[in-house]
Nanobody, 120 residues
Framework: QVQVVESGGGLVQPGGSLRLSCAAS????????LGWYRQAPGKQRELVAI???????NYLDSVKDRFILSRDIAKNTILLQMNSLKPEDTAVYYC??????????????WGKGTKVTVSS
């Protein structure tokens, strides 16, 4: 089993910054994907930023110049630095980890979500 722990959400004014952290632990051999998704009230969940197994980073177009996703390989942690936040960034943000166990089986876990509210 894999544990996924998120932190860093909160209330911020427009133009402000927040940093989200996601740590994965367990018998993890490798990752196929690490990333953040979000779901705003009344909307479908959407991809915000992910690191697939080729090491690249893919972003939602609307956050591309404002958010930065990074990875700490040794700690199995990803960080989403969110700058120049806008009210439309308000959502619950979910971490997703997808990969392989040492045993050879695969996993795909989501965190419980952390709420980000951008409002004056």
């Amino acid at each position: 089993q894999v544990q996924v722990v998120e932190s860093g959400g909160g209330l911020v004014q427009p133009g402000g910054s927040l940093r989200l952290s996601c740590a994965a632990s367990g018998s993890i051999f490798s990752f196929n994907l690490l990333g953040w998704y979000r779901q705003a009230p009344g909307k479908q969940r959407e991809l915000v930023a992910i690191i697939p197994n080729d090491g690249s980073t893919n972003y939602l177009d609307s956050v591309k110049d404002r958010f930065i996703l990074s990875r700490d390989i040794a700690k199995n942690t990803i960080l989403l630095q969110m700058n120049s936040l806008k009210p439309e960034d308000t959502a619950v943000y979910y971490c997703r980890v997808d990969g392989l166990y040492y045993s050879g089986g695969s996993f795909d876990y989501w965190g419980k979500g952390t709420k980000v509210t951008v409002s004056s």
